[in-house]
Structure formats: structure tokens, C-alpha cells
């Protein structure tokens, strides 16, 4: 594909550090580098903390020029709420969706973009991608990155039930007139394909091996972050949310408050923290410590501190997401402590390659031995495999020149 003119449609993106943004994000800076232009619609970064972060605060509509002119973002305004429900995120997803389509209504007055990548969930923003399509002929790239309205459905975030037929419908509509699906596992490949018949490019969340690196002596690193280099630092990063079952931890480091080495760590945003915390207070849990989201200059450093990663899945979710912190954990060769079902994308990946450990979902006392048994072994070959797959399949230079290559 030669250079061309791209735009994104999406509502997460730059300098949201974790989930969708993060990728989107990575995603239009490596673009540019490799001489694209690219036109950016999305919100003001609110994610995972559910609020409009400094320094947008109290904008309507704002433009932005970067990379040398080679990215222009329009950020658009919208309804965030501060705890998330099912119709809330309804609410939040449709203001984005209306103030995003007077954006590309401007556009199609400026000069053409050749594709255009359309960032599902919200599922709808296809929509979007189709009405621009239908004047300026682009080519349409639908990425799935989270099968939305599945797991509404299967998390039981959405009543009435009947509103899913009406959802499944627009949703099959979009998939069968875009030009390219893809999406980022091989299980939600299969999802998406039994949805549409079609073809589904795989499209997989990818790291930056020279950003994100194992740490020789790694131990050292821990005093850092007020630990002891002795401690077993039992470490989640990522969006902090009633989903996440992070109240199941806090009663197994209560169960664990004994084992004086081990000590949990809870790093990140979102609308469940300060109800974590206040959890853990009256617990007195004097073992678990909570972090807000490490900035990408430390980043790499704090990954390598943990000595297990928990990726916590609930059962009827895990085939329908693909956690995105799994990527970064892998490239520094940690030690992922997986709860995935047999015969999900999650499960297969992390097994078929020895390069975690993976158990039955929403077991706690399952999961509490897990932590103990991770904590008491070193896994070295399961951490140098979590490496090399992240080296040889996650490279992001590959994955995007690949994806490039076949549109």
C-alpha cells in the first residue's frame, strides 16, 4: 500500500495510557513516523478514570496539530458519567457518536482520506465510517478491539433484554457492508466470522519490545517503590472497575496477611478504586498497597518489579476481550496469572505456549493458591517464552506493516 491519507474514528485515544486509547494512540504516532497523514476524531481523554482529564477541561470542540502537521485530532465533547451502568455507557457512547458526526460532516469538504480505521467498541462509530465512505469512496477498516454487546449481554449490564435484538441488527448491518473487518484474537475471530460469514482479519494488540524489556536483577528495582527486594509483589494494572472482581483480591490478601513476604499491588484508575479502597481500609489490609497508573518513563521498570500479574477474567467475558495490559506483561517476560475457561483465545495463547499460568475463572480460593504456589516458584522458562512470543508475534513494527500491507 503506498503512502496514503488515513482517519480514525474512535473514542479512545492519546494520551489515555491504558485499554483502546493506548493502542489508537500508538497506533497514529507510529503512522505518522512512517510518513501517513492522519486525521484523528475522538473524545477528550477521560478513560479509565471516567473524567475529562487536564488540561481539557471545559471545551467544547478542540483541534489539534502534531508530529510536524502529519496528525490533526478533533476531539469532540460528550456525557461522561463518573459510575458507568449499562445505559449510562448507552448515554455516554450516543453524545460521543452525535458530536463526532458534525466532525466528519466537515470533512468531507476537506481533501480525501484513502481509509478509514473505525474503532469498535463503540460499535456504532461504523455508522460514522459508512457516511463518509458514501461521499469520499474510502475504504472502511472496522477493528473490533472489544465484542461490546456480547458482553452487555453476558454480564447482564443492559435491561430490557429485547433492546439486544435491535443492537445485534445494527450491528450485523455494519459488519456486512464495511470493507474489512478485523479484530485482535483468533477466538473473537471466530465470534466475529459466525456473525457475518465473512472474512476477518486478524488485527492483534501489539507491544513495543524496545520500550517494554526484561530488567536483569529486577529485585533491585522494588525499594523504588517503598518494597523490599525479598518482597513477592503480587501486581494489577489497569482499569479498576466493579468488572475486574478486585474485591475477590482484597479477601485473599486478608487470607494472606500471615505470609509477611507477599504483598499486593493495585495500580491504576477507574470507578471502583476509591470503593477498593475504603474496602481494604476496613479491612485493615496493611498488605495491599494502591498505585495510580505509572507514567510510561517508569513504566517498563514497574512491570519488571512483579513477581506474578494478575489478568483477571470473568467466565462469561473471557472469549469476548482480550486484555490489552496481557501484551506488556508478556514483553517484559513477567509472570501472568491468568483466569480464562478452556477453549477461549485467552486460555489457548497463554497455554499453548507455556508462558504463564492460567486457571478456571471466579474460583477464589482456586486463585489464592495460585498466587502462593506463583510466589514460591521462579517460572523462568514460562518468562522467557512469555518474551519470545512477545518478540516474534507482537513486534509492533511487524503487526502494523503487516495490517498495512493487506488493506
Request: aromatic share 10%.
Amino acid at each position: 500500500m503506498s503512502k496514503k491519507r488515513i482517519l480514525i474514528i474512535g473514542i479512545n485515544c492519546w494520551p489515555e495510557l491504558t485499554g483502546i486509547g493506548k493502542y489508537t494512540g500508538e497506533m497514529i504516532d507510529w503512522l505518522a513516523r512512517h510518513d501517513y497523514e492522519v486525521t484523528a476524531v475522538t473524545a477528550f481523554p477521560y478513560y479509565p478514570q471516567w473524567k475529562v482529564q487536564q488540561p481539557y477541561t471545559g471545551k467544547m470542540y478542540k483541534k489539534e496539530i502534531l508530529q510536524g502537521g502529519k496528525v490533526t485530532i478533533y476531539r469532540c465533547p460528550m456525557y461522561v458519567p463518573s459510575k458507568p451502568s449499562g445505559m449510562k455507557r448507552m448515554i455516554h457512547e450516543a453524545s460521543f457518536f452525535i458530536s463526532a458526526f458534525f466532525v466528519v460532516l466537515r470533512l468531507l469538504f476537506k481533501e480525501k482520506h484513502d481509509v478509514v480505521f473505525s474503532m469498535a467498541p463503540p460499535f456504532h462509530l461504523g455508522l460514522l465510517a459508512m457516511f463518509y465512505r458514501l461521499f469520499k469512496k474510502a475504504k472502511i477498516v472496522y477493528h473490533i478491539q472489544d465484542l461490546q454487546i456480547d458482553a452487555a449481554k453476558e454480564l447482564k449490564m443492559l435491561k430490557p433484554t429485547w433492546i439486544f435484538s435491535i443492537l445485534f441488527g445494527l450491528e450485523r448491518f455494519i459488519l456486512n457492508r464495511v470493507d474489512i473487518v478485523s479484530t485482535i484474537s483468533e477466538g473473537m475471530r471466530r465470534k466475529v466470522k459466525a456473525k457475518t460469514g465473512g472474512e476477518v482479519m486478524l488485527f492483534p494488540n501489539w507491544v513495543d519490545v524496545s520500550g517494554c524489556f526484561p530488567v536483569a536483577d529486577r529485585h533491585r528495582l522494588k525499594p523504588n517503590w517503598g518494597f523490599l527486594p525479598s518482597d513477592k509483589l503480587v501486581v494489577y494494572s489497569g482499569s479498576i472497575g466493579e468488572k475486574q472482581g478486585l474485591d475477590s483480591v482484597l479477601r485473599i490478601a486478608a487470607e494472606l496477611r500471615s505470609s509477611l513476604d507477599i504483598k499486593f499491588i493495585i495500580c491504576g484508575s477507574g470507578p471502583f478504586k476509591p470503593k477498593l479502597e475504603e474496602m481494604a481500609k476496613e479491612m485493615e489490609l496493611d498488605n495491599v498497597h494502591f498505585l495510580p497508573l505509572q507514567p510510561n518513563e517508569v513504566f517498563n521498570d514497574f512491570l519488571n518489579i512483579g513477581d506474578v500479574h494478575l489478568v483477571l477474567q470473568k467466565a462469561d467475558a473471557s472469549d469476548l476481550v482480550m486484555p490489552s495490559k496481557l501484551t506488556s506483561i508478556l514483553a517484559v517476560g513477567g509472570l501472568a496469572l491468568v483466569t480464562a475457561n478452556p477453549g477461549t483465545s485467552l486460555y489457548e495463547v497463554v497455554s499453548e505456549n507455556d508462558m504463564g499460568v492460567v486457571i478456571a475463572p471466579e474460583d477464589e480460593e482456586l486463585l489464592k493458591e495460585a498466587i502462593v504456589y506463583c510466589c514460591g516458584n521462579g517460572f523462568v522458562l514460562q518468562r522467557a517464552n512469555a518474551r519470545a512470543y512477545a518478540t516474534d508475534f507482537l513486534n509492533k513494527d511487524s503487526v502494523l506493516n503487516a495490517v498495512l500491507n493487506e488493506i
